[in-house]
Protein backbone atom coordinates (compact mmCIF):
# COMPACT_ATOMS: atom_id res chain seq x y z
CA UNK A 1 0.00 0.00 0.00
CA UNK A 2 1.29 3.28 -0.79
CA UNK A 3 1.49 5.85 1.69
CA UNK A 4 1.30 9.24 0.07
CA UNK A 5 0.61 8.45 -3.83
CA UNK A 6 0.85 11.22 -6.69
CA UNK A 7 -0.25 10.96 -10.22
CA UNK A 8 1.46 11.41 -13.03
CA UNK A 9 4.50 10.45 -12.55
CA UNK A 10 6.21 12.01 -15.46
CA UNK A 11 4.55 14.95 -17.06
CA UNK A 12 5.84 16.54 -19.87
CA UNK A 13 4.34 19.55 -21.42
CA UNK A 14 4.69 22.50 -23.40
CA UNK A 15 4.75 26.20 -22.51
CA UNK A 16 1.66 27.81 -21.94
CA UNK A 17 -0.53 24.44 -21.10
CA UNK A 18 -2.12 24.26 -17.59
CA UNK A 19 -1.84 21.15 -15.77
CA UNK A 20 -3.08 19.14 -12.79
CA UNK A 21 -0.58 17.22 -10.43
CA UNK A 22 -2.69 14.49 -7.74
CA UNK A 23 -2.32 13.51 -5.11
CA UNK A 24 -3.33 11.29 -2.14
CA UNK A 25 -2.18 10.20 1.47
CA UNK A 26 -4.43 6.92 2.92
CA UNK A 27 -1.94 7.47 6.70
CA UNK A 28 -4.45 9.57 8.16
CA UNK A 29 -2.52 12.44 8.46
CA UNK A 30 -4.24 16.04 9.08
CA UNK A 31 -1.40 18.04 7.13
CA UNK A 32 -0.42 17.91 3.44
CA UNK A 33 2.05 19.76 1.47
CA UNK A 34 3.65 20.72 -2.24
CA UNK A 35 7.33 21.05 -2.65
CA UNK A 36 9.18 22.12 -5.59
CA UNK A 37 12.72 20.22 -6.34
CA UNK A 38 14.82 22.52 -8.82
CA UNK A 39 17.63 21.35 -11.07
CA UNK A 40 20.09 21.76 -8.27
CA UNK A 41 18.20 19.39 -6.10
CA UNK A 42 16.97 22.19 -3.93
CA UNK A 43 13.32 21.38 -2.04
CA UNK A 44 11.41 24.35 -1.47
CA UNK A 45 7.69 24.41 0.51
CA UNK A 46 4.63 26.09 -2.17
CA UNK A 47 1.78 25.14 0.32
CA UNK A 48 0.17 23.48 3.30
CA UNK A 49 -2.83 22.79 4.04
CA UNK A 50 -3.86 20.85 7.64
CA UNK A 51 -7.48 19.36 7.41
CA UNK A 52 -8.32 21.15 4.08
CA UNK A 53 -7.57 24.91 5.34
CA UNK A 54 -4.67 26.45 3.72
CA UNK A 55 -1.96 27.52 6.22
CA UNK A 56 1.00 28.30 4.20
CA UNK A 57 1.63 29.89 1.38
CA UNK A 58 5.47 30.49 0.35
CA UNK A 59 6.01 32.89 -2.18
CA UNK A 60 4.61 31.14 -5.30
CA UNK A 61 3.07 32.77 -8.64
CA UNK A 62 -0.93 32.87 -8.81
CA UNK A 63 -0.55 30.34 -11.52
CA UNK A 64 -0.18 27.96 -8.52
CA UNK A 65 -3.35 26.96 -6.92
CA UNK A 66 -3.63 24.22 -4.59
CA UNK A 67 -6.81 22.34 -3.61
CA UNK A 68 -7.98 20.08 -1.05
CA UNK A 69 -11.20 18.40 -1.38
CA UNK A 70 -10.92 16.41 1.66
CA UNK A 71 -8.18 15.90 4.00
CA UNK A 72 -6.45 13.14 2.35
CA UNK A 73 -6.08 14.87 -0.92
CA UNK A 74 -4.61 17.91 -2.05
CA UNK A 75 -4.29 18.40 -5.84
CA UNK A 76 -1.94 21.31 -7.78
CA UNK A 77 -3.13 22.58 -10.75
CA UNK A 78 -0.63 25.30 -12.78
CA UNK A 79 -1.93 27.38 -15.57
CA UNK A 80 0.55 28.70 -18.26
CA UNK A 81 2.98 26.54 -17.74
CA UNK A 82 6.98 28.00 -18.57
CA UNK A 83 10.61 27.06 -19.19
CA UNK A 84 10.86 27.41 -15.17
CA UNK A 85 8.14 25.37 -14.27
CA UNK A 86 10.48 22.55 -14.79
CA UNK A 87 10.96 20.49 -11.84
CA UNK A 88 10.43 18.17 -8.98
CA UNK A 89 7.23 18.77 -7.12
CA UNK A 90 6.71 16.45 -3.90
CA UNK A 91 3.79 16.43 -2.33
CA UNK A 92 3.94 15.18 1.52
CA UNK A 93 2.08 14.51 4.67
CA UNK A 94 2.34 14.63 8.42
CA UNK A 95 0.35 14.06 11.11
CA UNK A 96 1.02 16.61 13.82
CA UNK A 97 0.42 20.25 12.03
CA UNK A 98 1.29 22.56 14.44
CA UNK A 99 3.33 21.25 16.72
CA UNK A 100 7.30 21.08 16.74
CA UNK A 101 6.88 17.78 14.54
CA UNK A 102 5.47 20.27 11.75
CA UNK A 103 7.07 18.60 9.09
CA UNK A 104 6.59 16.32 6.23
CA UNK A 105 7.22 12.31 7.42
CA UNK A 106 6.13 11.01 4.56
CA UNK A 107 7.14 11.82 0.73
CA UNK A 108 5.23 10.77 -2.43
CA UNK A 109 7.70 9.53 -5.12
CA UNK A 110 7.11 13.02 -7.03
CA UNK A 111 6.08 13.98 -10.37
CA UNK A 112 8.88 15.08 -13.04
CA UNK A 113 7.56 18.19 -14.54
CA UNK A 114 9.30 19.10 -18.22
CA UNK A 115 8.11 22.30 -20.27
CA UNK A 116 9.09 21.83 -23.65
CA UNK B 1 15.06 35.37 4.65
CA UNK B 2 15.60 31.83 6.75
CA UNK B 3 18.73 30.12 5.51
CA UNK B 4 19.90 26.18 6.02
CA UNK B 5 23.69 25.52 4.45
CA UNK B 6 24.91 22.51 4.09
CA UNK B 7 28.04 21.57 2.22
CA UNK B 8 27.41 20.00 -1.04
CA UNK B 9 30.25 17.66 -1.23
CA UNK B 10 30.77 15.14 -2.02
CA UNK B 11 31.57 13.78 1.45
CA UNK B 12 34.00 10.67 0.49
CA UNK B 13 34.13 7.88 3.07
CA UNK B 14 35.14 3.78 3.30
CA UNK B 15 33.07 1.41 4.16
CA UNK B 16 32.75 1.13 7.91
CA UNK B 17 34.28 5.07 9.13
CA UNK B 18 32.08 7.45 10.73
CA UNK B 19 30.76 9.83 7.94
CA UNK B 20 29.79 13.37 9.85
CA UNK B 21 27.46 15.91 8.02
CA UNK B 22 26.88 19.37 9.15
CA UNK B 23 24.43 22.07 8.76
CA UNK B 24 23.98 25.40 10.05
CA UNK B 25 20.87 27.66 9.98
CA UNK B 26 20.30 31.23 10.05
CA UNK B 27 16.79 31.77 12.20
CA UNK B 28 17.76 31.46 15.93
CA UNK B 29 14.29 30.52 16.94
CA UNK B 30 14.13 27.27 15.03
CA UNK B 31 13.45 24.85 17.24
CA UNK B 32 12.59 21.31 15.33
CA UNK B 33 15.57 19.72 13.27
CA UNK B 34 15.16 16.98 10.81
CA UNK B 35 17.79 14.59 8.36
CA UNK B 36 16.64 12.92 5.54
CA UNK B 37 18.32 11.10 2.99
CA UNK B 38 17.63 11.62 -0.87
CA UNK B 39 18.61 8.39 -3.00
CA UNK B 40 19.19 9.69 -6.52
CA UNK B 41 15.94 9.62 -8.42
CA UNK B 42 13.83 9.17 -5.45
CA UNK B 43 11.79 10.93 -2.75
CA UNK B 44 13.73 11.98 0.58
CA UNK B 45 12.77 9.94 3.22
CA UNK B 46 13.15 10.76 6.82
CA UNK B 47 15.89 9.45 8.83
CA UNK B 48 15.83 11.71 11.99
CA UNK B 49 14.76 14.43 13.97
CA UNK B 50 15.36 16.39 17.22
CA UNK B 51 13.42 19.04 19.08
CA UNK B 52 15.69 22.20 20.69
CA UNK B 53 16.26 20.26 24.16
CA UNK B 54 18.69 17.43 23.16
CA UNK B 55 20.90 14.95 21.17
CA UNK B 56 19.35 11.47 19.83
CA UNK B 57 20.91 8.32 18.76
CA UNK B 58 19.27 5.78 16.87
CA UNK B 59 20.58 2.63 15.34
CA UNK B 60 24.19 4.02 13.55
CA UNK B 61 22.36 7.48 13.37
CA UNK B 62 23.21 10.12 16.02
CA UNK B 63 21.34 13.48 15.45
CA UNK B 64 23.30 16.36 17.27
CA UNK B 65 22.32 20.01 18.13
CA UNK B 66 24.42 23.20 18.78
CA UNK B 67 22.02 25.68 19.62
CA UNK B 68 24.95 28.66 20.88
CA UNK B 69 26.06 28.06 17.14
CA UNK B 70 23.50 27.29 15.52
CA UNK B 71 24.54 23.80 13.69
CA UNK B 72 23.19 20.20 13.89
CA UNK B 73 24.89 17.34 12.92
CA UNK B 74 24.45 13.68 11.66
CA UNK B 75 26.96 10.84 12.40
CA UNK B 76 26.60 7.76 10.59
CA UNK B 77 28.67 5.38 12.52
CA UNK B 78 29.97 2.14 10.38
CA UNK B 79 29.04 3.82 7.04
CA UNK B 80 27.75 1.15 4.91
CA UNK B 81 27.35 1.59 0.57
CA UNK B 82 23.66 2.12 1.13
CA UNK B 83 24.70 4.60 3.10
CA UNK B 84 25.83 6.12 -0.36
CA UNK B 85 22.80 9.27 -1.15
CA UNK B 86 22.62 12.65 -1.03
CA UNK B 87 21.67 13.98 3.09
CA UNK B 88 19.28 17.30 3.61
CA UNK B 89 18.59 18.89 6.50
CA UNK B 90 15.81 20.83 7.29
CA UNK B 91 14.82 22.92 10.48
CA UNK B 92 11.48 24.35 11.49
CA UNK B 93 10.93 27.65 12.21
CA UNK B 94 7.60 29.11 13.88
CA UNK B 95 5.14 30.84 11.59
CA UNK B 96 2.14 31.81 11.56
CA UNK B 97 -1.06 30.56 13.64
CA UNK B 98 1.20 28.46 15.90
CA UNK B 99 2.69 26.15 12.48
CA UNK B 100 6.18 25.91 11.57
CA UNK B 101 7.68 26.11 8.37
CA UNK B 102 10.04 24.37 6.89
CA UNK B 103 13.21 25.05 5.76
CA UNK B 104 15.95 23.21 3.46
CA UNK B 105 19.08 22.55 2.50
CA UNK B 106 20.44 21.70 -0.71
CA UNK B 107 22.17 18.58 1.16
CA UNK B 108 25.48 16.86 1.31
CA UNK B 109 26.21 13.69 -0.87
CA UNK B 110 28.00 11.27 0.42
CA UNK B 111 29.93 8.62 -0.71
CA UNK B 112 30.66 4.94 1.42
CA UNK B 113 33.18 3.36 -0.86
CA UNK B 114 34.53 -0.50 0.15
Not at chain 1, 6 to 19: C, E, F, S
Not at chain 1, 79 to 91: I, M, R, T
Not at chain 2, 13 to 24: D, K, Q
Request: charged fraction near 20%; glycine fraction near 8%.
Amino acid sequence: DTAVSQTPKYLVTQMGNDKSIKCEQNLGHDTMYWYKQDSKKFLKIMFSYNNKELIINETVPNRFSPKSPDKAHLNLHINSLELGDSAVYFCASSQDPGGLSNQPQHFGDGTRLSIL
Amino acid sequence: QKEVEQNSGPLSVPEGAIASLNCTYSDRGSQSFFWYRQYSGKSPELIMFIYSNGDKEDGRFTAQLNKASQYVSLLIRDSQPSDSATYLCAVGSPWTGGSYIPTFGRGTSLIVHP
